[in-house]
């Protein structure tokens, strides 16, 4: 039988169970993903509607240059939507399969951050569409437009519109990769305000690598970052305590052996 119900920390399982049990979650996860795209690919229109909303309306008619790129680029826009549309089942895959693995200590440390990954990642996702995209295409559509005729063509449109809306629930993770880090003790919160220029600097790195190429959007892209880091530094001095320390042993019970 499969193996989909929560495994306690000491529950001694065989190897084969965890291969069944991580095999039933994948499974679980591509159904609900199938699911997820059926659902995306009926309601096809309103997505590309959706998607092409932030285009100024001249250029909301895309185009297309041959007979089988509308169906594929359907197929595709629908597909990229049903993953993100099933994120938040699939990370919770994820995580019932990797949870078992903590102590309990370690799970009181772990689990209020995990579970805020599918909230980060939707609001992620809200940002880059209602803020990222409409300055980015303003910007790169209205660049030189005396010089350039710009036809959008569908396929690279639909693509760059769903890698600006994964990337910004991705980068919305960082909160909670530095929250994870200070609780499990990997770093504190006096070495985050130390290194803040250095991070600073990475951030500015990855906005630059993020999909649009614009110094406009990398900008747009870098204030969420600064300010979810610096709300990480605060929220990590107020919960991140690292869980784990060392025991300390009282001076009383020190050995004599230094004298």
Same mark, same amino acid.
């Given at each position: 039988m499969a193996r989909m119900r929560p495994v306690g920390h000491d529950e001694e399982i065989s190897l084969v169970d965890h291969l069944d049990e991580l095999r039933w979650r994948i499974i679980a996860s591509l159904i609900a993903l199938v699911v997820a795209f059926g659902l995306c690919f009926w309601q096809s229109s309103l997505i590309l509607d959706l998607a092409? %909303?932030?285009?100024?309306?001249? %250029? *909301?008619?895309?185009?297309?240059?041959?007979?089988?790129e509308a169906f594929m680029t359907t197929v595709t826009v629908s &597909?990229?939507?049903?993953?993100?549309?099933? =994120?938040?089942f699939i990370a919770y895959q994820f995580l019932a399969l990797v949870i078992p693995a903590f102590s309990p #200590?370690?799970?009181?440390?772990?689990?209020? !951050? &995990?579970f805020? !990954?599918?909230l980060l990642f939707v609001i992620g996702v809200l940002f880059a569409y209602l803020v990222v995209l409409p300055a980015a295409v303003d910007f790169l559509l209205s660049f030189n437009s005396d010089q350039f005729?710009? @036809? $959008? *063509?569908?396929? @690279?449109?639909?693509? =760059? =519109?769903?890698?600006? $809306?994964i990337a910004g629930g991705v980068v919305f993770q960082l909160p909670v990769v530095i929250l994870a880090m200070v609780r499990l003790?990997?770093?504190?919160? %006096?070495?985050? *305000?130390?290194? *803040? #220029?250095?991070?600073? $600097?990475?951030i500015a790195v !990855?906005?630059?690598?993020?999909?649009?190429? %614009?110094?406009?959007?990398?900008?747009?892209?870098?204030?969420?970052?600064?300010? $979810?880091?610096?709300?990480? !530094?605060l929220l990590a001095r107020a919960l991140g305590r690292p869980r784990f320390r060392r025991a300390q042993v009282p001076e009383a019970l020190e050995p004599e052996a230094q004298e």
């Open positions: 092409a %909303d932030p285009l100024p309306v001249a %250029d *909301r008619a895309l185009v297309v240059l041959a007979p089988a &597909l990229y939507a049903a993953i993100i549309l099933a =994120f938040p #200590r370690e799970r009181r440390a772990v689990i209020p !951050i &995990l805020t !990954i599918p005729r710009a @036809e $959008l *063509r569908a396929r @690279e449109y639909y693509s =760059f =519109f769903a890698m600006v $809306l003790g990997i770093v504190s919160v %006096d070495q985050l *305000r130390q290194n *803040r #220029r250095y991070a600073y $600097l990475l !990855i906005a630059a690598a993020l999909p649009g190429v %614009d110094p406009i959007t990398m900008l747009i892209e870098m204030v969420p970052l600064l300010a $979810l880091y610096e709300l990480s !530094i």
